[in-house]
């Protein structure tokens, strides 16, 4: 069976069009891999155990019910509307002649509820189309930011695609306010200013955080106050070695996040707090290898 997949992603949120070639009745399978799904009648609500216990929420609403709710257990499907455990498994059936199924979702690190809320915040009122418009005008605006002259088509292409995936990460894992944060397992008030994670910094703070500092050097002072947190938050005051979603995995030799403490520094960056960051640096470096 072909199907036609359209979408549009929104912070912590994103809605599908899924288009069907046959009139046969159309199949929506979940698979958490490792944790839970259940259905209540009107959503999917679970979760992903990732690493370090630390779970990724889903709440997931279809834009019609299913006609049947089953759940797969050892490649086949029983009547249940919950599934616990490796390859926890839930599918949708829907009725036949339906070339069209939407559906809403969010995530959320905090719990389903908050998943429910980001969808809602995020999506309600929303198309995919509606959606899409928006990422363009998110990407547009953060694309744009360098202007460039000259070059031919395929050099430009060249460029803009490395500016793109320059915004791959880190990641702002705020969620109205929140945050859970795996390097000490708590879920935090942000007080009002966003908290960073999953930056590999081995990688980018020979390139990437200089860059960071020229066009959205507000969001580096957040980065490097997320550091700082994150470093009080871990057992040790060290700085992070290479923060991840799961905490910090401290996979690698020396630590680049001190490189980044002092190139902010030297550039005049200064809303984040210092005396901390020269503290947990110099652990880092002293203590930790």
Request: hydrophobic share 35%; glycine share 8%.
């Amino acid at each position: 069976m072909q199907i036609q997949a359209d979408f549009g992603l929104s912070h912590q949120s994103a809605a599908y069009e899924l288009q069907f070639e046959s009139d046969d009745p159309p199949y929506l399978i979940l698979n958490s891999r490792r944790g839970g799904l259940k259905w209540d009648g009107q959503a999917i609500s679970g979760y992903q155990l990732i690493e370090n216990d630390t779970r990724v929420y889903l709440y997931l609403v279809p834009d019609e019910l299913p006609i049947q709710v089953s759940a797969l257990m050892d490649g086949a499907l029983a009547e249940a509307v919950s599934a616990e455990g490796q390859n926890a498994c839930l599918v949708l059936k829907f009725p036949g002649g339906n070339r069209m199924i939407g559906v809403r979702y969010g995530i959320s690190f905090i719990d389903e509820e908050q998943a429910r809320e980001n969808m809602e915040r995020e999506t309600n009122g929303k198309t995919v189309a509606d959606l899409q418009s928006l990422a363009r005008e998110i990407w547009n605006d953060a694309l744009g930011k360098i202007k460039i002259k000259g070059g031919t088509t395929d050099e430009k292409t060249v460029f803009y695609t490395s500016l793109y995936r320059c915004f791959e990460r880190p990641v702002c894992i705020s969620e109205d306010g929140r945050y859970y944060s795996a390097f000490d397992g708590q879920v935090h008030d942000d007080l009002g200013r966003p908290f960073y994670t999953d930056d590999w910094i081995w990688d980018s703070y020979r390139a990437h955080h200089p860059l960071r500092i020229l066009i959205d050097s507000e969001i580096e002072e957040d980065i490097l106050h997320s550091f700082v947190l994150m470093a009080e938050q871990m057992d040790n005051f060290w700085m992070p070695t290479f923060p991840e979603i799961t905490g910090d995995s401290r996979r690698m030799n020396s630590n680049h996040g001190v490189a980044s403490v002092i190139d902010v520094y030297r550039k005049g960056l200064r809303n984040f707090d210092l005396e901390k960051a020269y503290e947990a640096s110099k652990l880092a470096i002293t203590e930790k290898t």
